[in-house]
């Protein structure tokens, strides 16, 4: 396994045929920092991306672009039967410390010679990332995964436990690599008096943070099945306070008369 704390994702085709578990290690051209505290602690053009089945693309940096004054080995190890074993550094900057956030493994196994002499840091245990001059969130985009936000006409109704939750003959279909589409409605077409805002909070990197409801009908209450990205990333604008229903937890989400 990677490290603990990596999303699991889908990735691309080329790394997941056949079902077969992968793990594939690829040039990236894009300039990637880290910070931490106020300071740089990774700068790199000769990033290395790596590919894992079931798990997000994690960035590796070459150890010559970390600026290792910062980093001390800890006695940290863990074990991926398809990387080998891996080592850990704590980050301290100042006062603030960020225990075990890097990575690398020393020794690969045989089959990922690539991965010597990298190492990759937790998402969350460092402040700020950047890619380029902007900064990216969450995980690294999928160079193999695409967007699309599509304009239909598609009528789309939901009910939950007979009641009708939300109709509309004008949604937004997300298609995005890997999953299924998503129908994003608006709100003038959902019975916002059935729903309740929860705390609940998720990010892509591809979309932004998401906000989350509960939808209330017929006695029960089906927690957090409705989301929307209220301020979306900008490639992402279409979806602007559009509502999204999980489709597999309500008991019915048809489309053009068919049950999906």
Not at 39 to 62: G, K
Not at 64 to 77: C, Q
Not at 192 to 203: E, S
Not at 237 to 247: D, V, Y
């Amino acid at each position: 396994m990677t490290p603990a704390g990596t999303a699991p994702t889908r990735t691309g085709p080329a790394w997941t045929d056949k079902g077969e578990y992968r793990v594939v290690v690829e040039p990236s051209p894009r300039r990637i920092r880290v910070f931490f505290n106020g300071a740089t602690i990774a700068d790199s053009r000769a990033m290395r991306l790596l590919h894992e089945t079931r798990h997000a693309p994690v960035y590796y940096f070459p150890f010559a672009d970390v600026d290792m004054r910062y980093l001390k080995r800890t006695a940290h190890s863990t074990h991926c039967p398809h990387k080998g074993d891996a080592s850990y550094w704590t980050i301290t900057v100042g006062d603030k410390v960020s225990e075990n956030a890097v990575w690398a493994y020393e020794d690969p196994i045989a089959a990922q010679p690539a991965l010597k002499g990298l190492c990759a840091f937790y998402w969350n245990r460092v402040d700020r990332w950047m890619e380029e001059d902007e900064d990216i969130l969450f995980h690294p985009k999928n160079p193999y995964c695409r967007v699309d936000v599509v304009k239909s006409s598609r009528h789309v109704r939901i009910t939950v436990d007979g009641a009708v939750i939300a109709e509309s003959i004008r949604p937004m279909v997300l298609f995005e690599t890997g999953l299924p589409p998503r129908y994003y409605l608006p709100r003038e077409d959902v019975r916002m008096d059935r729903l309740v805002r929860t705390d609940l909070r998720t990010g892509c990197p591809y979309k932004g943070h998401a906000s989350y409801w509960s939808i209330k009908a017929g006695g029960q209450m089906l927690d957090n099945v409705v989301w929307s990205y209220e301020d979306p990333l900008p490639e992402s604008e279409r979806l602007r306070g559009l509502l999204a229903f999980w489709s597999e937890k309500i008991d019915a989400v048809e489309v053009d008369g068919q049950r999906i």
